[in-house]
């Protein structure tokens, strides 16, 4: 990030705790007898990367999922940008949402899995289209302007006119990566999209994204098992356990002094 940037998000942490853009107040969640996530507190500041590292089952997708409107929290609240994402006020009175409100809400979000789940009969440039023009309701041409300035940031302004066949996984992750800001998301969330490449396509992937971070703009939840990445690109590092924030900090922090045995335990996993 720029020494500019670096100052400008500095600056909005210390209001973060007044103003988060994504804010989780006491959230649990449940499946069945089954408790996944435990009295969850998490502010994330406007602009801000974090990173969520954990054993699997910690509970990670789950934190996102919520915030996807893809779970329900069991109890709490989720706000996004100052409006809460599964309650509504009705007068004063704070009530489930219902779809409208729910559909609404999710376009604050955009999403990159794993998978990256192009349309395969439609050339890149249309992949990044689709949406923006269906969902967001705006015009063929505002659309092509948007696809064409982010499959450039992504390196692939010279694949718009191909098919998802005609390019590598990574190239392809890039377009997800692509379609998904074309859509002016507030918050972008990242899980472990580089988990189903070769290994030698990791690393495009990677620099994508931490070329979009370093703009120091777009506010980032990262899930990944990609420690040194976690390092480079976030802000706050939070170690998930057994559903509970057991860590959190700066990456230099977390990741070089960690407190408890069951970080250092699961960091010792990748330095191997
Ligand atoms: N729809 C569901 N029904 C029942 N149990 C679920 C459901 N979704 C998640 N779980 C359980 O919740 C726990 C947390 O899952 P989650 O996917 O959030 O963990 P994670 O930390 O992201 O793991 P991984 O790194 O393996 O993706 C796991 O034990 C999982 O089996």
Redesign the pocket.
Known sequence: MSEQAAKKLEHENETAILKPIVSYKNVSKS??E?T??KNLDLDVAKGEKIA?I??????????I?MLMTL?EPTSGTIEVDGEMLWHKYDGDQLVPADEKHLRKVRGNIGMVFQQYNLFPHMTILKNCTVAPINVLGISKEEATERAKEMLEKVGLADKMENYPSQLSGGQQQRVAIARSLVMQPKVMLF??VTAALDPELVGEVLEVIKDIAADGETTMIL?T?EIDFARDVADRVFF?DA?KIAEYGKPEDVLENPESERLQSFLSRFNA
């Open positions: 499946f069945g089954t996944v996530l969520l954990g054993p699997s089952g910690s509970g990670k997708t789950t934190i999922r779970e899980d472990e899930i098992h998930l559903g």
